[in-house]
């Protein structure tokens, strides 16, 4: 089965300084590099999580895929067609097969229409003049579980978790083939993240579309993802198989981030791996394995080598000179 | 996993609101000031409108017996050195005034907000470009601007309108492009462009219903200063021609014969101050109602 | 340490309203929690329930808008409420000091933070090169490293983590009695939060201070406090130590909680459960109990009557307001 969406090689930059200041400063290279040499596959259907903390570049690798941040090199292909380099109008008929939910609900919603405007807008923007917007809107909130009076509303007359459904509602407007969503849950009340979840899941079941999430919670990644990949720098350190990755992760960046999502628990024994320091600038790069002045299990080659990927189990791949759980 | 939500908390229902209307007026109760200069806006507006009707004498009648009166029953506001009723060339100023106005506001706020939209969203060296244009247009001084253009167009009303809304759509192209970069980055607009939104939709439909409101409002207390540039336009004698009243011209009149009677330079400039206060105050309380970030105290 | 010791707070039917465009917000209502000396309590809620309001309310940093209408919060024993501005003055930032959510807001632009640092310790009677060896001392305390050199940088040359590292060694630098946190870790990556709790927790054992601990990560409190506060919508639902509260939790509200922490979950699972139903809203309170249209075991009496205070499992300072815990009606 070929895959929705192949990221090959992928490495996104962006001028951190104009030619001038770069001259006067005496800086080579003004540029940082957001994401850095990534690739990955998603195949239709699945669910694949891209999990780091801030500066990790999962946002800019998103905003890539999305067409709205331009890629510097490598390629992008999604349902068979290369996207990097892509002109305005054809990446527009792209558009409809992927749809993008954005981290801030309320404000992605343009706060001087209504509801039933904003879900289809998707409609009005590839110039579908001949739908009945009023049932398509209907019939696009009874799918994420709003009443139809919600279409009379206001942004700023709708509570986070509705104002989420609206903009799903959206994503979901031209059937789309792939749903990027940008950190759904941030924001959300432990009792309502469920909501959304579900909400999600049970979209999924019913139209089979693929799902891009974009987080730093890792127990939400756990329960929603077939795959997941874990950003540090603008690179994937690890990636493969939820379930396998959270019994016996290989880097110490994934355990790192594993153990600082404690369970409410307090007589749980901890192994709660505290690492050092904070994420280095992209501006300052570290050499060697990028990791390796944070890493409490720092070795010879780590300040010198870069790592290369090794496979752990099948679609399980990690950068790491000393992988933890290996069965040896 | 509940169905359907019908119950809102944090935010608040259509059928729920106070209607907007009344929200508004409940607000603007709470601003007297306000209230004072929303009825002298509106008492230059009417008298403006109706101005034919109302004058109590023609403007441009000379009353010889009557020159420079002080004010009286028959004239409340006195005459003029040719014995021309005050009020009535008050009245009829108004007109002049309101028109000026409208029409150099109206030309500004159009041309500066498409300008102002351009520059804030388009790329870089459309930015530049406009800027230079803005900032070399806002480097001359009004009046000398006004006296090259009346030598080149002759003194007129309509010279008048020109170099008002000259001067002013930098003003208004700033403070647009100001808007619009601000909210170029917004998430709405980016979900705009990921659905696949082109500029012309995206300014037209979502940036430019946000830019209006807050530009309304500082236009509106932008009117006196227009007000008292088309009437000192008028006084040095580069507005409208006589025998068309306006205020500054009444004032020009009333000046050169001040030591007789200072009734027409009292009332050719009452008008100007009442309706500058007016304006100003229902513009900033207007802009006080609508900042979202005034927390209502108890 | 038993509920005998002093306490250093001692909130006492806290009520509080707002005032809005749509009328009175009834934010706080007979709130009542102590923080005895040296422990660190947790005040756990979600948005809506109140506890960050209350954590402002004791240092007196309400927006004008806020009224209280009844209460008392006794700092060691003086009510802050009743103070007028000096004597506020004489206590804040010395006796309890607070640390924020938002690091990258919490410090003056544009002076130095060893001009900050230097500037809190105002009141002590000793030469500025004495102020500013106490500052470095501290920095270096919290783990900013080279902490003299770095007394002349300006907030934004530090990272978040490193700038809340530093609102810490300020509220800290003045050894208070009770140090409140409005959710210090929210706005930092999973990673730095370990840090900045293992911090906190270092330093209250060296210092001794109590700690008011406001935050939504179940997690976090669970690990760090000694008691916990559960709040809903304005309200104290239950209160104990940190193990009855995780352990045998007695209101229906702080037992749905739990099972939604996607943590404590241990299977894999697509349907994740929920608290159906929105807060309810606070400008008009309905009589009884306030988790009533959201409770799955609401009964007749919960839609008239507001529950007080039961006794639940577990030690005696375990109390949840609730009627099922009541003994007089259904079991609970």
Known sequence: ?328 | MSATETTMTDGVAPGEEPGALKQFWRNLRGEPLGLIGLVLVLLLVLSAIFAPWIVPYNPNEILVGERLAAPSAAHWMGTDQLGRDVLSRVIMGGRVALLVALASLGAALSIGLLLGLLAGFGPRWLDNGLLLIFDAVRSFPVIIFALALVALLGPSLYSVIFVVAVTSIPIYARIVRTQTLAMRNNEFILAERAMGAGMARILGVHVLPNVLGPLLILASMDVPLIITLEAGLSFLGMGVRPPTPSWGTILNDGYSYIRNSPWPVIFGGLPIVLATLGFTFMGEALRDIFDPKLKRDL | MDSDTENVLEVRDLSLDFGSPRGRLHALRHVSLKVPRGRVVGVVGESGSGKSTVALACMGLLAANAQVVGGEILLEGRDILRMNQDELQAVRGRRASMIFQDPMTALNPVRSIGTQMVDIQYRDRITDSEKRKRAAEMLGRVGIPDPRSRLKAFPHQFSGGMRQRICIAMALLVEPALLLADEPTTALDATLEVQIIKLLERLQSEIGCSILFVSHHLGTVAELCDDVVVMYAGEVVEQGTVRDIFGNPGHPYTRALLECDPGRIKEKTRQLPTIPGDVPDVLNVPPGCIFRDRCPRAFERCASESPVAHGAAGTAEHLARCHLLDGNSEGA
């Open chain 1, 1 to 328: 089965m070929s895959a929705l969406l192949e990221v090959s090689d992928v490495r996104v930059r962006f001028r951190t300084m104009g030619p001038l200041a770069a001259l006067t400063r005496r800086v080579h290279d003004p540029y940082i590099d957001a994401v850095c040499n990534v690739s990955f596959q998603l195949a239709p259907g699945e669910t694949v999580g891209l999990v780091g903390e801030s500066g990790s570049g999962k946002s800019t690798l998103a905003r890539a895929i999305a067409g709205l941040v331009p890629v510097h090199s490598g390629s992008i292909r999604f349902a068979e067609q290369e996207l990097s380099g892509l002109g305005q109008r054809s990446f527009s008929r792209v558009r409809r097969e992927l749809a993008l939910m954005f981290q801030d609900p309320t404000g992605s919603l343009s706060p001087r229409m209504k509801v039933r405007s904003l879900i289809t807008e998707p409609y009005r923007i590839h110039g579908m003049r001949d739908r009945n917007f009023r049932q398509e809107a209907k019939r696009l909130l009874e799918m994420v579980g709003l009443s139809a009076d919600f279409g009379d509303r206001y942004p700023h007359q709708l509570s986070g978790g509705q104002a989420r459904r609206v903009g799903l509602a959206r994503a979901l407007a031209l059937d789309p083939q792939l749903i990027i969503a940008d950190e759904p849950t941030a924001g959300l009340d432990v009792s309502v993240q469920g909501e959304v979840l579900n909400l999600l899941a049970r979209i999924q079941a019913e139209t089979g579309v693929a799902i891009l999430i974009i987080t730093h919670n890792l127990n939400v990644v756990r329960h929603i993802t077939d795959r997941m990949a874990i950003m540090y720098l603008g690179r994937f350190v690890e990636i493969g198989d939820t379930d396998e990755i959270f019994e016996r992760p290989r880097h110490p960046y994934t355990e790192a981030l594993l153990s600082a999502s404690p369970e409410p628990d307090p007589d749980a024994q901890h192994h709660r791996v505290e690492i050092h320091g904070e994420v280095p600038s992209l501006m300052n790069r570290p050499t060697g394995c990028e990791f390796h002045n944070r890493c409490p299990y720092i070795g010879e080659r780590c300040k010198n080598e870069a790592p290369a990927f090794s496979q752990a189990t099948s679609g399980h791949f990690y950068t790491c000179h000393h992988p933890l759980n290996t069965s040896t």
